[in-house]
T-cell receptor, first 113, second 114 residues
């Protein structure tokens, strides 16, 4: 049973517009959330994270929002650029995360010129 | 820093053969993780080590899968015998201290079992 769900396998956005990637989770014990970005033939790389004590974290063009009551988080990319085309994985951990991360299936973001 | 190094990048084998995937973590990282990526299940944690000791192997799908970490700079994931459903991308990742530290992934091994 998927504890971290990314229900959109793909998303197409025009260059310069906002990209919004969504993620839902079922495990209420998760207290730390991360987004990873993956290009073809490469491993995932860390993008941005958020602790459950916050509801927003921003890093340049990337912002992650957390809604604990809805068990939902989203990644906003604005403005979207061609280099943002990649697969984005949502991940979560609980209790310090020493047991590793639980990942979603990923969303393939395509930025159209 | 060279990052996490995995070999081989691609492996094509026939059903029933033994497959060994290799990983060199980032020096100084105490945690090493093996993940498998498939279309159906995304990225799944198979097993992780802390200071070379296996801590949780509950994600290992079957007894055909085994992993070792004989020292701090090397780990292997072995499948014996391999089956077509094992075809996937296998990632190794390391982390400095575990906890909420982000993971550093290798480039993965694309395994195809015919």
């Amino acid at each position: 049973d998927q504890q971290v769900k990314q229900n959109s396998p793909s998303l197409s956005v025009q260059e310069g517009r906002i990209s919004i990637l969504n993620c839902d989770y079922t495990n209420s014990m998760f207290d730390y959330f991360l987004w990873y970005k993956k290009y073809p033939a490469e491993g995932p790389t860390f993008l941005i994270s958020i602790s459950s004590i916050k509801d927003k974290n921003e890093d340049g063009r990337f912002t992650v929002f957390l809604n604990k009551s809805a068990k939902h988080l989203s990644l906003h990319i604005v403005p979207s650029q061609p280099g943002d085309s990649a697969v984005y994985f949502c991940a979560a951990s609980e209790g310090g995360g020493a047991d590793g991360l639980t990942f979603g299936k990923g969303t393939h973001l395509i930025i159209q010129p | 820093d060279a990052g996490v190094i995995q070999s081989p990048r691609h492996e094509v084998t026939e059903m029933g053969q033994e497959v060994t995937l290799r990983c060199k973590p980032i020096s100084g990282h105490d945690y090493l993780f093996w993940y498998r990526q498939t279309m159906m299940r995304g990225l799944e944690l198979l097993i992780y080590f802390n200071n070379n000791v296996p801590i949780d192997d509950s994600g290992m799908p079957e007894d055909r899968f085994s992993a070792k970490m004989p020292n701090a700079s090397f780990s292997t994931l072995k499948i014996q015998p391999s089956e077509p459903r094992d075809s996937a991308v296998y990632f190794c990742a390391s982390s400095p201290t575990g906890g909420n530290e982000k993971l550093f992934f290798g480039s993965g091994t694309q395994l195809s079992v015919l």
